[in-house]
């Protein structure tokens, strides 16, 4: 059964980007929405998302554009030693986020030969924003921002 380009995206999508963000993180722990019941205990950590592809065709060429929003939720435990981890947290992050994607075939699939697919880029007419929302558990004086920054790829579609 032959596959396309379009139907292989999201996937090679979500795992090179989260490959490359955890590079990009210097060691600060990463999870994703899957891994809840993983990282109660956890500190200080993050909380990888990614949504899309939102897909747009362009022209009658079969051109394809799609593009990605990746949000991290980042927590951290009060720490009267380092008041501002959440926001040295938040420039890492900040960091991590602010260059282009290379997607590559990952998977388990014979089509996934982990070659190079496409370049994920930072949609720079948007800001990469941080939003602060404060201590959102007052027992564990637990706090929480997130970090969300928009990325397009785009490709002719066609069978791989």
Known sequence: MSSTKLKELPKWA????RKQFISRTENIP????????????KTLYTEFRMDGPFVTTIGTRDEI???FEVNILITA??????????FKLGGVVIAALKDDFCIYKLGPEVTDDKSYFETLQLITDDNIEMSNFG?????NKIYQASVEAHYKVRFKNGTI
């Open 14 to 17: 979500q795992l090179s980007v």
């Open 30 to 41: 990463v999870f994703f929405e899957e891994q809840i019941k993983l990282y109660n205990n």
């Open 65 to 67: 554009e799609a593009r």
């Open 77 to 86: 435990a009060f720490d009267e030693q380092d008041t501002m981890r959440l």
């Open 135 to 139: 201590q959102i558990d007052s027992t």
